[in-house]
Structure formats: C-alpha cells, structure tokens
C-alpha cells in the first residue's frame, strides 16, 4: 500500500475472474484498495454484487475495500455496506436525496464518505459541500460497464474540482474511474486526481503487481499543470 498522499491505485473487480473471487483479490495484494462496483440493473443498465457478495468480498480480501454504489436509494442502502466493514463507501449525487445526511452516516459508521458524479453531472454543485466528504469520484466512462473509452472532455471538471478543493484547503481525494490506463492515468493526474481505478489495465497485464506499479509510477510521474 502506498504511503499517504501518494497516487491511489484502485483496481476494479468488476473486470476480475467472478469465479475465483479469492484468487483474484490474493493478485492485486498490492494496490491500495480493491474497487467493488455494486449495481443494481435499475440506475445503471447493469446487475452485480449485493450486499452478501460485498461481505464474502470483504472477508477475504487483503486490502481495503472501496466500494462505488451504483444504486437507487443510496440514503436506504449505503450505511448497510459500511456496516460490512468497507474502508470507503461511494455513493452517486444524481441518486442520493440527502447528500450531506448520508455522508455524515457513513462516516459515523466508520467509512469514508465518497461521492460520485456521471460525465454530465456538474461538479459545482459538490463546492460548498467539500468538506462533508473524504473522496469524491469523477466518473471518466458512463457508469454501468467495465471496459470504456476513457471521456478527456470530464477533464476540466476534474481541474476545476482540484483547484476549488485547493482554494478551500480541502484534503479531499479526487478519484477517477473509467478507461484508466498507462496512457490516460496522465491525463487524469494532471488535471489533479490522486485515486485511480483501472480494470481491464490491471486483470488483463500478464503481471498484474507489475501493472499496479506501472500505473502508480506514471501517475506520480506526471506533473499538474498549472
């Protein structure tokens, strides 16, 4: 695990071998956290894990468990995924009735609190709420599907976001999720993202630690432009 402060590489189970679960979790020892994307066929087109998945997910992992919800009614069902004991739990601001209300639970609970929005969402409306938040994620693909073309048009949603958190003094993370690679983690870096979630770019490397070292050494690499 990296040292505070340094870039985040979160690989995405969503591209990992479903039956072997264990085995997959044991390849990836060396990222941050492992990046859990629960869907639920309703606000994204697409169905995966549950909260009994997450639990058996959580047990046998080796890292910290980050987990992007994907779902109607995050205020009814996210506190019951930090109570499963994950480290950071991500909810979407275009689901979520009360914002602040659910972050402030999470954290109660013990979770970092983290907060995503889509490709077309503005990221203005997350400035005056900075702080009730640990992470906020901007999604780089349209949610639903692993596998993307990474979107560089969210870039400057993503700058804006750094620049407005470093004004206001903010600690929070920025991450990104969606076509992250060796080539795109640069983009994102630059524009001032510290979290990285990549999927097929780390399951698909013949040597996947190779692949998380590759990616949290070019996103280190990479200067933020002024």
Do not use: C
């Not at 959580?58 to 779902?71: E, F, G, K, R, Y």
């Not at 480290?87 to 979407?92: L, Q, Y």
């Not at 097929?200 to 050494?217: I, M, Q």
């Amino acid at each position: 695990m990296t040292l505070p402060g340094a870039p985040r590489i979160n690989p995405s189970i969503l591209a990992a071998d479903f039956a072997n679960m264990q085995a997959e979790l044991a390849r990836i020892a060396t990222a941050d956290y492992a990046h859990v994307d629960v869907m639920d066929n309703h606000f994204v087109p697409n169905l995966t894990f549950g909260p009994q998945m997450v639990e058996r997910i959580q047990a046998t992992s080796p890292i910290p468990l980050d987990v992007h919800l994907m779902i109607t009614d995050p205020d009814r069902w996210a506190p019951g995924y930090a109570e499963l004991g994950a480290a950071s739990v991500t909810f979407h601001l275009e689901a979520a009735a009360d914002p602040v209300a659910l972050a402030r639970r999470l954290r109660a609970i013990g979770a970092r609190a983290g907060i995503a929005i889509k490709p077309g969402t503005a990221g203005e409306p997350l400035y005056d709420i900075l702080d009730e938040f640990d992470q906020i994620l901007v999604m780089t693909v349209e949610p639903g599907f692993g596998g993307q073309g990474f979107m560089p048009e969210t870039m400057p949603k993503l700058r804006a976001l750094h620049d407005e958190a470093r004004r206001r003094g903010s600690d929070v993370w920025l991450q990104v999720d969606g076509g992250i690679t060796d080539s795109t983690i640069a983009q994102a870096a630059a524009a001032g993202a510290d979290t990285f979630v990549a999927g097929s770019a780390v399951y698909s490397a013949d040597d996947v630690e190779a692949a998380v070292t590759g990616l949290r050494e070019r996103a280190r690499a990479t200067t933020l432009e002024s």
